[in-house]
């Protein structure tokens, strides 16, 4: 796969990315900010659609929900996906509605044989309805379920082996899971069928502790990325080799130009195990 390393958009740096300002390799934006059928932001978009290729990434799908999937949501999801067909879709493993309430969260489920039916059943009428494959990302998590009878990887590589679909593998979401329920971060990404997985998130997150006084890791997207994470991100490519990788940050958004720095960085990493594999070849 090619070494591509992208940053999510955001509207401050929509017109410094128009002009050359930086040189990233793609844009994510969220689904759910262009659901419309027209108007500015929808035309800077198809703008930016000439220049480089796009990640399109759905918050609000509720994947994991007890409710059957929001047909309205889908065929304006669809609308967006055909107008500008993006190298990548994806959702979370989550659910953020419940009884005709949208709650702004992305909840955990529990990883038990009712709830895969479920989840499988929702990827299934996704992928049918919008003619693509998508991308299931790994939650970032603070509490586990009881009812909960495998881990997530299992989970996870379960959905895809019954769904066809993929993973998008959100390193700072499995090393704050990780250290939030006190185990490795590593056992999620040996857990995960490589192949499977499409895209790479890198991310920052704040610490806090619990009411125990324990470590706790809040997911905010709010810092650059900690050493932890770059870390467990080239022991990730070690196993997968070069996965195209998007820096978040959605608070304390700094200029562009840090941000590319990021991407700067993660695309070393991946120039770094790409060119083994172009030697081989």
Same mark, same amino acid.
């Given at each position: 796969?090619?070494?591509?390393?992208?940053?999510?958009?955001?509207?401050?740096?929509?017109?410094?990315?128009?002009?050359?300002?930086?040189?990233?390799?793609?844009?994510?934006?969220?689904?759910?900010?262009?659901?419309?059928?027209?108007?500015?932001?929808?035309?800077?978009?198809?703008?930016?659609?000439?220049?480089?290729? /796009?990640? $399109?990434?759905?918050?609000?799908?509720?994947?994991?929900?007890?409710?059957?999937?929001?047909?309205?949501?889908?065929?304006? /999801?669809?609308?967006?996906?055909?107008?500008?067909?993006?190298?990548?879709?994806?959702?979370?493993?989550?659910?953020?509605?419940?009884?005709?309430?949208? /709650?702004?969260?992305?909840?955990?489920?529990?990883?038990?044989?009712?709830?895969?039916?479920?989840?499988?059943?929702? $990827?299934?009428?996704? =992928?049918?309805?919008?003619?693509?494959?998508?991308?299931?990302?790994?939650?970032?998590?603070?509490? +586990?379920? +009881?009812?909960?009878?495998?881990?997530?990887?299992?989970?996870?590589?379960?959905?895809?082996?019954?769904?066809?679909?993929?993973?998008?593998?959100?390193?700072?979401?499995?090393?704050?899971?990780?250290?939030?329920?006190?185990?490795?971060?590593?056992?999620?990404?040996?857990?995960?069928?490589? =192949?499977?997985?499409?895209?790479?998130? /890198?991310?920052?997150?704040?610490?806090?502790?619990?009411?125990?006084?324990?470590?706790?890791?809040?997911?905010?997207?709010?810092?650059? $990325?900690?050493?932890?994470?770059?870390?467990?991100?080239?022991?990730?490519?070690?196993?997968?080799?070069?996965?195209?990788?998007?820096?978040?940050?959605?608070?304390?958004?700094?200029?562009?130009?840090?941000?590319?720095?990021?991407?700067?960085?993660?695309?070393?990493?991946?120039?770094? $195990?790409?060119?083994?594999?172009?030697?081989?070849?």
């Amino acid at each position: 796969m090619s070494a591509l390393a992208g940053i999510g958009l955001k509207d401050d740096h929509a017109l410094p990315l128009l002009e050359g300002a930086a040189a990233v390799d793609f844009l994510e934006v969220h689904a759910e900010n262009y659901l419309v059928a027209g108007g500015p932001r929808l035309r800077r978009l198809e703008r930016l659609r000439e220049r480089l290729p /796009l990640s $399109v990434h759905g918050v609000g799908l509720s994947i994991g929900g007890a409710a059957p999937l929001d047909e309205a949501h889908l065929d304006a /999801l669809d609308a967006l996906l055909r107008r500008f067909e993006p190298r990548w879709f994806s959702e979370h493993l989550a659910w953020s509605s419940h009884g005709g309430a949208f /709650l702004n969260d992305l909840l955990p489920v529990p990883y038990d044989d009712a709830t895969l039916s479920r989840v499988c059943e929702h $990827v299934d009428r996704v =992928q049918t309805r919008l003619r693509r494959r998508m991308l299931l990302e790994n939650p970032s998590t603070y509490v +586990e379920f +009881e009812a909960s009878t495998m881990d997530e990887g299992t989970f996870i590589a379960e959905v895809v082996r019954r769904t066809g679909c993929g993973v998008l593998l959100d390193v700072n979401n499995a090393y704050v899971s990780g250290v939030n329920h006190g185990r490795d971060p590593w056992a999620l990404v040996e857990a995960l069928p490589a =192949q499977a997985i499409g895209e790479i998130h /890198l991310a920052g997150f704040a610490e806090d502790c619990d009411a125990a006084g324990e470590r706790l890791l809040i997911d905010h997207h709010g810092t650059p $990325v900690d050493a932890a994470v770059w870390g467990l991100y080239e022991r990730v490519l070690a196993r997968l080799g070069p996965r195209p990788t998007l820096i978040e940050r959605d608070n304390d958004v700094p200029a562009l130009a840090l941000l590319a720095a990021e991407a700067d960085r993660a695309r070393a990493f991946l120039n770094r $195990v790409a060119t083994p594999l172009r030697e081989a070849a």
